[in-house]
């Protein structure tokens, strides 16, 4: 006996000194390998310097260099030269010295215009409105350039002043014309001093007790909050709006994740806290460097661990917003309601460089409470098929669903990894159809008749009343929008015409197209684009997408929020969810396997 423990002590010895070994050999030719590579770009460069036909500029070849390498590995870790730090800052706290408002390139007038002012910041406090033609910034002209040009020069510092110019309709925006001087036709010149001050998008849009046709046949209070973006001190916000909420006398809550792309970690973490008990695992990181992981447990007393609760998610929450949602479910705290969500698992941490630069590396992995994985692709593998490195893409692997693996919630539900959050109750959203996405985005031959439509209507109507619900067009409105778009010779591309056309390439490649001629040709007939009728089919989603532009100029996001929940499909699946107290339950319970 004591001499197969001697000889099991060495075979373990060994095996842990080879291993030793192996791993001294691995890192010494990794450095050789990083030592080469690093000699042959200086060799690179310093002969492009010398030979290249014409000057390098260094700052732009290595920037473009540096860009490339941290682009093969995964699309979050990024590199941010001097004159792109600001941009780093504004994304990890969504804030931005500016003033406040959305522009948007007209492309028949080529000119940059005001699209949407945000509530309560300069651009809404000086009296800008949609439709005003951008002239002059100060001494900069303005008029041949496009929107990056004009939104790095309407920021700057805060509290910095300067002179805008621009041009208010003073005709229906149809008419507007300029001449070759530049002049311009049914314009009124307008001239705004507007300070700069620091802009912080709103996180929080809307929260309230719902009041939707719905809610209002039951007699339980819901309460709704829609959060944006993770940005610093979002939770003390969600937190104040939730005791707001039950001094109002909510007694359920639907919290909207939807559409909602993430941001700081520890304020998801904060969030959760609301709702779950002290001292609660929430997420947990794991990377390559010890330094790197870290467990977050939730530290705050939470406001409520009772009151049912459902979250609302879609293809667009990522990140924080997934570490959110997956947590309540794990924590079978919450119902999910919405689709499944985008699956982006990976931590970055920004960090600092000579001569004022950045870099975001992705350092871990996102685990939430059952232990799961939210990442969705391993771009780990992209190597292999990516193929041709000189096209840019990445392609990694998915994981397909018939090979996740089963996690269980703390109730003991059952759950999986492979990338996002599965709802608990799978709700899709209406599809808007080809004609509403080019109505509101500019026909193919650039009609912007929507939003010209919008520009006049609130020319005409100085207000629209206090209650975004109550707005709705009349019958004459639609009927004077949708001959304006037929009369625009509007045109846009159908999905249906564009997969016929491919059919009929691939069946007179393949030699079926003269035996089928007849049928392709009244196939091709039933699909002819037919702009009044496809007006008149779409109407009500037409509709709604006017309402929403117009809602947006009177009543800012808050009011298109609201407006928006009365024809929400998956808002009115939770209302009924948090209305019917036993299948509520039910989901929350293990089902027998």
């Not at 780093?88 to 406040?100: D, H, P, S, V």
């Amino acid at each position: 006996m004591r001499h197969s423990l001697a000889a099991l002590l060495l075979l373990f010895i060994s095996t842990a000194c080879g291993a030793q070994e192996n791993q001294a050999a691995t890192n010494k030719n990794h450095n050789l390998e990083v030592g080469k590579n690093l000699d042959i770009f200086n060799a690179v460069y310093r002969n492009l310097d010398l030979f290249y036909v014409d000057t390098l500029n260094p700052s732009q070849t290595i920037t473009a260099a540096i860009t490339g390498m941290v682009r093969s590995l995964d699309p979050y870790t990024e590199y941010y030269p001097e004159s792109e730090t600001k941009n780093l800052q504004q994304m990890i706290t969504g804030k931005y010295a500016g003033i406040g408002a959305i522009i948007k390139y007209h492309s028949r007038l080529k000119r940059v215009m005001i699209d949407e002012p945000y509530a309560g910041m300069p651009a809404a406090e000086a009296g800008l409105k949609k439709g005003d033609i951008i002239l002059s910034i100060d001494d900069s002209i303005m008029t041949d350039k496009n929107t990056a040009y004009v939104s790095s020069h309407l920021r700057g510092d805060a509290g910095t002043s300067f002179k805008l110019k621009v041009l208010r309709p003073t005709t229906t925006l149809a008419n507007v014309s300029f001449d070759k001087k530049g002049k311009a036709k049914g314009c009124q010149e307008l001239t705004f001093k507007i300070t700069r001050r620091n802009i912080k998008l709103p996180e929080l849009p809307y929260y309230g007790i719902l009041n939707t046709e719905e809610q209002k046949a039951t007699d339980k209070k819901i309460g709704y909050i829609s959060l944006s973006q993770f940005t610093e001190g979002c939770s003390r916000n969600v937190r104040n709006a939730m005791i707001d909420l039950k001094q109002q006398g909510a007694e359920a809550l639907i919290f909207d994740l939807r559409s909602n792309g993430g941001g700081s970690e520890m304020e998801a973490v904060d969030i959760v806290s609301l709702w779950v008990s002290k001292d609660q695992m929430v997420v947990e990181n794991r990377g390559k460097v010890r330094q790197a992981n870290r467990t977050y447990k939730t530290r705050l007393e939470p406001i409520d661990t009772v009151m049912p609760m459902v979250v609302l998610v879609n293809g667009e929450t990522a990140s924080a917003s997934e570490i959110t949602s997956g947590a309540l479910q794990d924590l079978d705290r919450a119902i999910i309601v919405g689709t499944r969500t985008y699956g982006k698992g990976l931590v970055q941490v920004p960090l600092d460089l000579p001569y004022n630069t950045n870099v975001k590396i992705t350092t871990s992995k996102y685990y939430i409470p059952s232990g799961r994985c939210i990442q969705a692709i391993n771009y780990s593998k992209q190597r292999e098929k990516e193929g041709d490195r000189r096209s840019g893409s990445l392609y990694g692997e998915r994981i397909p669903d018939s090979l996740t693996n089963v996690f269980y919630t703390k109730a003991g539900r059952e759950v999986h990894d492979g990338g996002g959050i599965t709802p608990d109750v799978t709700v899709k959203s209406d599809t808007v159809p080809n004609i509403v996405y080019y109505l509101s985005v500019g026909g193919l031959d650039s009609t912007e008749v929507m939003f010209d439509y919008v520009v006049d209507y609130i020319a005409s109507h100085p207000t629209i009343g206090d209650d975004p619900t109550k707005f709705h067009l009349t019958d004459k409105d639609y009927a004077e929008f949708r001959q304006r778009v037929i009369d625009s010779g509007f045109t846009y591309d159908p999905v249906s015409r564009k997969q016929f056309d491919e059919l009929v390439k691939t069946a007179k490649f393949e030699g079926y197209y003269d035996e089928a001629k007849e049928a392709f040709d009244a196939l091709a007939e039933k699909l002819k684009h037919d702009v009044a009728s496809d007006l008149d089919k779409h109407r009500d989603m037409i509709t709604q997408a006017i309402e929403t532009d117009i809602i947006a100029a009177y009543l800012y996001q808050q009011g298109t929020l609201k407006a928006g929940l009365t024809h929400d499909k998956q808002l009115k699946e939770a209302v009924r969810l948090l209305n019917s107290p036993a299948e509520y339950a039910k989901l929350l319970k293990p089902q027998k396997r």
